[in-house]
């Protein structure tokens, strides 16, 4: 290989290696997810728990009991998740929802955005004054409920409802836990407050996948559906077998209708005539006429020229000069070669037909 190749093979590999890197710099990650370093990802909550002597563990579907407290900053439970979920919860787990559109958050009130300031009257929050939440939610306060941030209108953007043995803490959007504006103002000082603490276990719950499940595509089916297609798969069998049987004797078709060789023969020779090649028009002419005339005398193909003629003169009208101009001599000019088709189709009719010799 010489060195020109080669330092194009060097500058394509840098194109491509520096291309692969800018691309997988432009995609970090999906947002809010626990490994995107995204300004809308979550990687940095996740490393704040660690660095603050927590233990905080990416699963996907409800927590285990050893779990103390979960994250969810995106809610995709069905109706069965969520009951399964809100279990846990009853058991004694902290559940954190950072999703308005979640089944197991209050009912949403107004809108809320930048930074809000209050002083938090619940336990573990109150050193929590202000929180920047981007662009959120608050929701409709129910009764018996601890709230934080809330305004004159009776709505809060963080609500703690006790459920069973545990309980639920609301908040009115994400944008509190991601990598954008997890440093801003008190937001790393409420997701320690929320996550972290000595001998605590939280869990990031990261949104359930299509296809992550254990239901296959024919359970997604309802069975009045199924009922459907079964019987539409029975009617569709009934039909091949009824089609594809056949009663009585088989029918004879009608065969299509073979040209005569004489036709195809004078066909070449017209297209060769229009070539002007008329010896080689008058070869192709004789040489399928060869092979019908050695059926009709009885002769084997390779058979003499000489017997060939004289077999056609004693059982044809024609005289040896005749015979000799259709089979054997030089065609130099068109008028020739019309003879010669008109001697050979001559030959043919007179042995086919079978007709006495007349000299």
């Given at each position: 290989m010489s060195r020109r190749w080669i330092w194009i093979a060097v500058i394509a590999a840098v194109v491509l290696g520096g291309a692969y890197l800018g691309a997988s710099r432009q995609n970090p990650g999906a947002p809010l997810d626990p490994t995107s370093t995204s300004p809308d990802g979550a990687k940095a909550v996740v490393e704040l728990v660690g660095r603050l002597g927590g233990e905080i563990h990416v699963v996907e579907g409800v927590p285990t009991a050893d779990v103390d407290v979960a994250l969810v900053l995106e809610d995709r439970f069905g109706r069965e998740q969520a009951d399964d979920l809100e279990g846990w919860v009853r058991r004694g787990g902290t559940l954190v929802v950072a999703d308005p559109t979640s089944l197991l958050t209050p009912r949403v009130g107004a809108g809320v955005t930048d930074v809000v300031?209050?002083?938090?009257?619940?336990?573990g929050l109150e050193d929590v004054r202000e929180i920047d939440v981007g662009v959120s939610r608050r929701y409709v306060v129910p009764d018996g409920t601890a709230t934080c941030f809330a305004s004159t209108s009776g709505e809060a953007y963080l609500v703690v409802e006790d459920r069973g043995e545990g309980q639920i803490v609301s908040l009115g959007g994400p944008s509190v836990f991601t990598n954008a504006l997890l440093d801003e103002v008190d937001n790393a000082v409420l997701a320690g407050a929320l996550l972290s603490g000595e001998g605590r276990r939280a869990a990031f719950v990261r949104p359930v996948l299509a296809g992550s499940g254990d239901r296959g595509l024919v359970d997604l089916i309802e069975t009045p559906v199924r009922a459907a297609l079964a019987?539409?798969?029975?009617?569709?069998a009934l039909v091949v077998l009824w089609r594809g049987r056949r009663l009585g004797r088989p029918v004879t078709e009608p065969q299509p209708v073979q040209i005569q060789g004489a036709e195809l023969t004078n066909a070449v020779g017209r297209l060769l005539q229009n070539n002007r090649r008329p010896d080689r028009?008058?070869?192709i002419l004789r040489d399928h006429a060869r092979r019908d005339l050695s059926s009709l005398l009885g002769l084997p193909l390779d058979a003499p020229l000489g017997v060939v003629e004289s077999t056609i003169a004693a059982r044809t009208s024609l005289d040896v000069a005749q015979v000799r101009r259709a089979v054997s001599d030089l065609v130099t000019s068109d008028e020739l070669l019309v003879e010669v088709a008109h001697l050979l189709n001559r030959i043919?009719?007179?042995?086919?037909?079978?007709?006495?010799?007349?000299?």
């Open positions: 300031t209050a002083r938090c009257g619940v336990v019987q539409l798969l029975v009617v569709f028009a008058a070869a043919r009719e007179e042995l086919t037909h079978d007709r006495p010799a007349i000299r």
